[in-house]
């Protein structure tokens, strides 16, 4: 038998998705406001800028060499095989 719910069990805050749409019953046009006026900005230091600079650098590197070198390749075998 499975086990009743409570209300202590429900959670009824934690949201995935704005639900503030026009047209529903309980659109609030200054909802988008409040919300942005209790989000805090977190001040990021000179150093953990550029280290999140280098980082994005270091995930794209890869992609980056694969693809230079996939293009050098296919440009030196079209050279060979028209020459």
Known sequence: MAKKRSDD??????SFADMNVDGFK???PNAKKQSDMKKTKTKVTRKE????????F????????VSVLMF??????A?????
Request: aromatic letters at 24%.
């Open 9 to 14: 069990d429900l959670d009824m805050t934690t």
């Open 26 to 28: 309980w659109y609030n």
């Open 49 to 56: 800028y550029w280290a999140m600079v280098r980082g994005a």
């Open 58 to 65: 270091a995930a794209i590197a890869p992609f980056i060499i």
């Open 72 to 77: 050098s390749l296919v440009f030196l075998l």
């Open 79 to 83: 050279y060979f095989w028209l020459k």
